[in-house]
T-cell receptor
Framework: DAGVTQSPTHLIKTRGQQVTLRCSPKSGHDTVSWYQQALGQGPQFIFQYYEEEERQRGNFPDRFSGHQFPNYSSELNVNALLLGDSALYLC?????????????FGSGTRLTVV | EDQVTQSPEALRLQEGESSSLNCSYTVSGLRGLFWYRQDPGKGPEFLFTLYSAGEEKEKERLKATLTKKESFLHITAPKPEDSATYLCAVLSIKAAGNKLTFGGGTRVLVKP
């Protein structure tokens, strides 16, 4: 049973560029959450998608946007990249009816902005 | 706003030297407290969920406990393979959906 799959694993972008990260949830899961983890820090919640809509959002600017597709996969888009956007971006899937339990994380995408 | 603080930030242990990690939290109604293990360059791996004060859970050399204000992760007779960052997170009753609030983590290094 495949877990959460994220692509790409590593990415290097230049300041001002745009980036798209992708996530395929664990089989059977319908909710996708995105987290940003700076080096040496804990993950910070960006937003969550359920039924193709943004369900909740953390304290991130509008440069961060997302999408969920009918097959539950998701994309995270970041526009006008800043050096401070360099981080590990984690995708986590779960069941909306699971009450928050059974979160499964992917291995993340390491984004470096130069 | 929900807050989670973990201490110490880093911990160096000799193999077999037991210790405890602390997770202090402030939350408007706790639905669950989670412990994760994270290896370098990888995503967090689920360890435990605790729901109410007084609850304890064990897995191999790890034991997690919960009070109304904090949680402890006890590592008994650690081995080098227990080296990792341990993350604590809370899920609030008032949090819409499944938003987890994480602490900064404790980096544990176990030397042989």
């Amino acid at each position: 049973d495949a877990g959460v799959t994220q692509s790409p694993t590593h990415l290097i972008k230049t300041r001002g560029q745009q980036v798209t990260l992708r996530c395929s949830p664990k089989s059977g899961h319908d909710t996708v959450s995105w987290y940003q983890q700076a080096l040496g820090q804990g993950p910070q919640f960006i937003f969550q998608y359920y039924e193709e809509e943004e369900r909740q959002r953390g304290n991130f600017p509008d440069r961060f946007s997302g999408h969920q597709f009918p097959n539950y996969s998701s994309e995270l888009n970041v526009n006008a990249l800043l050096l401070g956007d360099s981080a590990l971006y984690l995708c986590a899937s779960s069941l909306a009816t699971g009450g928050g339990y059974g979160y499964t994380f992917g291995s993340g995408t390491r984004l470096t902005v130069v | 706003e929900d807050q989670v603080t973990q201490s110490p930030e880093a911990l160096r242990l000799q193999e077999g030297e037991s210790s405890s990690l602390n997770c202090s939290y402030t939350v408007s109604g706790l639905r669950g407290l989670f412990w994760y293990r994270q290896d370098p360059g990888k995503g967090p791996e689920f360890l435990f969920t605790l729901y109410s004060a007084g609850e304890e859970k064990e897995k191999e050399r790890l034991k997690a406990t919960l009070t109304k204000k904090e949680s402890f992760l006890h590592i008994t007779a650690p081995k080098p393979e227990d080296s990792a960052t341990y993350l604590c997170a809370v899920l609030s009753i008032k949090a819409a959906g499944n938003k987890l609030t994480f602490g900064g983590g404790t980096r544990v290094l176990v030397k042989p």
